[in-house]
């Protein structure tokens, strides 16, 4: 290894400090509480027609409901700004693993972080008072920029686009999970025979779960772009909504939160063996 490629390993190992190794798992335990917690809301929807939103507003609801929910809910938020840290610190110090100083890599890293730090802050507003992140504000979000985007010169073209690129997303989530492409971010050798079938488990039926989902915003927006109407975009919570009204009925949208569910479980499993 060269003297400039010794530097620059010993720099991001210096980066790589107990305290951003700290904020990223906390970051996975708190994305994971968040994922069952939709969950939750999506088995409710499926088997009681109930109101409350299945997307991160209505989680949030339900953490303040309860006797220590302000508490939770700074913890989450807190716990998401060292996901967004982390990710920070990859796009800026290239991230594990081989390849890590590609720029497509750090660009996917960057893009994590502002995802992760908006979503932090969202939750911190909601904890300290704010409800504009609240119940049902990912359908509002994804009708109102579908709005801004068909305003546009070449509207139906631009909101199309953004949508191809979603569902394509949500493809590229699935396929990864398929394809276990999770393994090597973990400390596979070290793991037990149990721990590997559990994050095999969790991992692959929880990251088709989640593409699923994602690719089905897609969907929804490149009806919008269709139609050329707003309100056919949809956010999380109107999204995992519609899986109850298919032939198959509830019991898909149960089979939905299930694969919620475990990929929540995954996110804990990521917090102990992932390599950060």
Known sequence: ??????????????????????????????????YLLVAALAVRIALTDTHEQADRGGALADVAATPFGAGLLWALGIGLAGMALWRLSEAVLGTGGPKGERVAKRLMAAARCVFYGVTSFLVLSFAAGGRGSGAGSTDRQSQDITRRLLGL???????????????????????????????????????????????????????????????AVGVFGLQAAIAFDPDKAKGMDDTIRSFAHTPAGPWLLVALAAGLALFGAFSFGQAKWRKV
């Not at 530097?7 to 798992?25: I, K, Q």
């Not at 569902?167 to 276990?180: M, P």
């Not at 095999?200 to 989640?210: E, F, K, M, N, P």
Request: net charge positive; no cysteine.
């Open 153 to 215: 010169p070449g509207g139906p073209w631009w909101v199309g686009l953004v949508a191809a690129g979603v569902i394509a997303a949500g493809v590229w989530i699935g396929g990864r999970a398929l394809l276990r492409k999770y393994r090597k971010h973990l400390a596979w050798a070290g793991m037990s025979h149990n721990q590997r079938r559990f994050m095999d488990l969790t991992g692959v039926a929880g990251g088709v779960a989640r593409g699923l989902v994602v690719a």
């Open 1 to 34: 290894m060269t003297t400039a490629g010794t530097s620059t390993t010993v720099a991001r190992r210096a980066a790589r400090t107990d305290a951003v190794r700290a904020g990223a798992r906390a970051g996975f335990v708190a994305r994971g509480v968040l």
